[in-house]
T-cell receptor, first 122, second 107 residues
């Protein structure tokens, strides 16, 4: 199992952005993928989770309306999208896969990408 | 569900025993409590799942227990590579949450 994340980005406030998480080594559609934020020098924050099989996405209340998750089974890739970045979005973003198949999106994350560093600055 | 971890920082020497606590704001199913280790510049790594089950390839010096609202991660004898930040994770009903982390540093 591998999760290959896209490269770091430097963006200006208000810009849009997609980052990606390409999965390999397993059946992409069968396992939930989560997104986790880590601000510089801070802890982990659970942003939400998406089931690539049907693109069912669940968001943390802290991130609802600020980001959008999507998944493309044809290229086994999950995406995290912002419509209008803010300086406070500066952080490392990780994608992570559930350890086991689960219909409810619950469970621990056994596989992690290396992270994508997003810097938002004018 | 809010997770609280204590202490914030634990200063110990190699060979010593480390005991890290994670407290939930309400009772959770221990099947949905996990622990991760994160070293500087690296992604988190799953240590413990299901409250007490070691993840693949995790050394036996790592153990965990707990139920209800109180959970503990124990490192029986610290190795140099164990100095890192440890996070507990409520991975049950959505939204999931992480604790703020405990940093285990070399004394």
């Amino acid at each position: 199992v591998q999760l290959a994340q896209s490269g770091g980005e430097v963006k200006q406030p208000g810009e849009s952005l997609n980052i990606s998480c390409k999965a390999s080594g397993y059946k992409f559609a069968d396992y939930w993928i989560a997104w986790v934020r880590q601000k510089p020098g801070k802890g982990l924050e659970w942003m939400g989770i998406i089931y690539p099989g049907d693109s069912d996405a669940r968001y943390s209340p802290s991130f609802q309306g600020r980001v959008t998750f999507s998944a493309d089974k044809s290229v086994t890739t999950a995406y995290l999208h912002w419509n209008g970045l803010q300086a406070s979005d500066t952080a490392m973003y990780y994608c992570a896969r559930l350890r086991i198949k689960n219909y409810a999106g619950s469970g621990s994350f056994a596989y992690w990408g290396l992270g994508t560093l997003i810097t938002v600055s004018s | 569900i809010v997770l609280t971890q204590s202490p914030g920082t634990l200063s110990l020497s190699p060979g010593e025993r480390a005991t890290l606590s994670c407290t939930a704001s309400q009772s959770i199913n221990s099947d949905y409590l996990a622990w991760y280790q994160q070293k500087p510049g690296q992604a988190p790594r799953l240590l413990i799942y299901g409250g007490s089950r070691r993840a693949t390839d995790m050394p036996v010096r790592f153990s965990a227990s707990g139920s209800g609202t109180a959970y503990t991660l124990t490192i029986s004898s610290l190795e140099p590579e164990d100095f890192a930040v440890y996070y507990c994770h409520h991975c049950g009903s959505l939204p999931q949450t992480f604790g703020p982390g405990t940093k285990v540093e070399i004394k």
